[in-house]
């Protein structure tokens, strides 16, 4: 098992909230990568942080919002949440944005 | 942008029996071909890279080739097991510039 930890690990939301996904890197990993995965799909990428600054971003609407903190954590930040936004929340850490990225056991977001 | 095709989706093999999938991508500069297998409700789990300055990696009963003119990369499972019912995906990277793309994933079924 890696050492990357994500909260919470289910949560069920509806239409138009707003909600925060956590994710706390492997020790010495300062690059946290955000990836979403709908059911019977490969994951895609959200955004990448590198310490703390955005280092990429994905096909993904700015209501898809998010930060890294001093201690290399993360924060995913979704407003408005529409239905399709249901999916499993996953994100990876590296130990700079070119290695190798080891993933946490996601966040599954229902929205109704 | 990269775009990575897998296949085939779903593969069912006989236990004892050898695996392979098998997975193509876009952009010449990708230099980078993760594979990740990941279990029912878990999350991906690593199991062999490859970057392009070499043809052939082998872990044990996992090895991974790749044809860098072709544009393809193949993962060879031998003699599997049960456990080995999982899905697998892979993936292609620029390090140090692109995310990972992941394909759509094979779901690998070993029957006993």
């Known amino acids: 098992e890696t050492g990357v930890t994500q909260s919470p690990t289910h949560l069920i939301k509806t239409r138009g909230q707003q909600v925060t996904l956590r994710c706390s890197s492997q020790?010495?990993?300062?690059?946290v990568s955000w990836y979403q995965q709908a059911l019977g799909q490969g994951p895609q990428f959200i955004f990448q942080?590198?310490?703390?600054?955005?280092?990429g971003r994905g096909n993904f609407p700015p209501r898809f919002s998010g930060l890294q903190f001093p201690n290399y954590s993360s924060e995913l930040n979704v407003n408005a949440l529409e239905l399709d936004d249901s999916a499993l929340y996953l994100c990876?850490?590296?130990?700079?944005?070119?290695?190798?990225?080891?993933f946490g056991p996601g966040t599954r977001l229902l929205v109704l | 942008g990269e775009n990575v095709e897998q296949h085939p989706s779903t593969l069912s093999v006989q236990e004892g029996d050898s695996a392979v999938i098998k997975c193509t991508y876009s952009?010449?500069?990708?230099?980078?071909f993760p594979w990740y297998k990941q279990e029912l409700g878990k999350r991906p789990q690593l199991i062999i890279d490859?970057?392009?300055?070499?043809g052939e990696k082998k872990d044990q009963r996992i090895a991974v080739t790749l044809n860098k003119t072709a544009k393809h990369f193949s993962l060879h499972i031998t003699e599997t097991q049960p456990e080995d019912s999982a899905v697998y995906f892979c993936?292609?990277?620029?390090?140090?510039?692109?995310?990972?793309?992941f394909g759509k994933g094979t779901r690998l079924s070993v029957i006993a």
């Open positions: 990876a850490s590296s130990s700079n944005f070119q290695e190798t990225q080891y």
């Open positions: 952009d010449s500069a990708s230099n980078y």
């Open positions: 490859i970057r392009s300055n070499v």
């Open positions: 993936a292609a990277s620029t390090e140090g510039n692109t995310p990972l793309v």
């Open positions: 020790s010495g990993h300062n690059t």
């Open positions: 942080y590198y310490r703390e600054e955005e280092n």
